[in-house]
């Protein structure tokens, strides 16, 4: 019999301090900024079935950020010592974005790690010779982390589109015979065990010869699926002790994500590499601004990094 899925009951994700049934709302503090995301815009050579961001060859919402005003965010970070040691990029498509080198350049001649989330596809395949010269002044500080639905071609066929499968196990293979630090994202959506899916992504990528971990949970992350329609509950102050977890475990604890929306003069930073379009999460334009506590008022907070456990960067 299929399981019957409850719709979000309209009365929740509602007051920031309060839950449907008036308890206090869990909120997280910025413990450190220990990861500063860039999302270099919404524009994707793909159209998948359920993106995150809803990316796609039309999708500019979130504008190009450009070269300086990243190094902007940059020089905050140095101005004000914060503790920052990886900066990560994620799209949209980062390759897509024409700065896109130069911003790595910057971050990694700082001495930033720098991570990018790509599909390794067309884009990637234009800037190679580009990126085997990062690749000689700053080795294994350059993380490319490859989205790879499934382990099988029919299932990420099923969220990228027919004729994806392919070209990104070209551009995976490309980067691991040229030694890239290399990661691998999947997505839960199979129904299938843990343990099975990671098995499968070990038999591909020993077949593909790509120096992957499958059972490393940060070389392979498995990303839990959201629907901002399902019903998930709400998360009260009283559930870090229910649930055994620390708020210093979520993403909102330790990272925050720059984007430029569609015709706005200047970026702005969020709480969440996930909710780039709910206004409630914009904290300002400055990492200062952005200092502060998060209230996990959304149902991501909940399916995606509480109960799901999942992070964009570990």
């Not at 796609?56 to 020089?75: H, I, K, M, Q």
């Not at 190679?128 to 639905?149: E, F, N």
């Not at 065990?193 to 992957?212: K, Q, S």
């Not at 200092?291 to 990094?305: G, I, M």
Request: aromatic letters at 8%.
């Amino acid at each position: 019999m299929d399981q019957i899925v409850r719709t979000l009951d309209p009365a929740k994700f509602r007051n920031p301090a309060l839950t449907a049934r008036g308890e206090p709302r869990a909120g997280v503090a910025l413990r450190a900024l220990d990861t500063l995301w860039f999302n270099t815009g919404t524009l994707c050579n793909l159209t998948c079935r359920n993106c995150y961001i809803e990316s796609s060859p039309r999708n500019d919402r979130l504008a190009y950020l450009t070269r300086d005003e990243v190094r902007g965010y940059l020089d905050e970070i140095a101005r004000d010592r914060l503790p920052t040691g990886v900066i990560g990029f994620t799209g949209g498509e980062p390759f897509m974005n024409p700065d896109i080198i130069g911003m790595l350049d910057d971050v990694l001649s700082r001495g930033f790690r720098a991570l990018v989330l790509t599909n390794a596809m067309a884009p990637l395949r234009k800037l190679r010779p580009r990126m085997l010269a990062l690749r000689d002044r700053y080795g294994k500080r350059l993380t490319i982390r490859v989205s790879l639905d499934h382990y099988t071609p029919a299932v990420h066929e099923a969220e990228r589109g027919k004729r994806s499968w392919a070209p990104t196990i070209d551009g995976l293979v490309w980067l691991a015979r040229n030694d890239f630090a290399l990661d691998v994202a999947g997505r839960r959506f199979t129904g299938e065990p843990e343990d099975v899916v990671r098995a499968g992504y070990a038999r591909l990528f020993g077949a593909l010869n790509v120096p992957v971990d499958a059972f490393d949970p940060v070389r392979l992350m498995l990303f839990p699926e959201m629907d901002p329609g399902r019903d998930v509950p709400e998360i009260t102050t009283a559930c870090w002790g229910i649930l055994h977890k620390s708020p210093d475990d979520v993403m909102c604890a330790s990272s925050r994500m720059v984007v430029k929306r569609k015709g706005a003069p200047h970026p702005v930073v969020l709480a969440c590499t996930l909710l780039a379009y709910d206004e409630r999460f914009e904290l300002g334009h400055t990492l200062a601004e952005a200092a502060r506590s998060v209230a996990l008022n959304h149902p991501y907070c909940a399916s995606f990094c509480v109960l799901g456990g999942a992070a964009c960067s570990r």
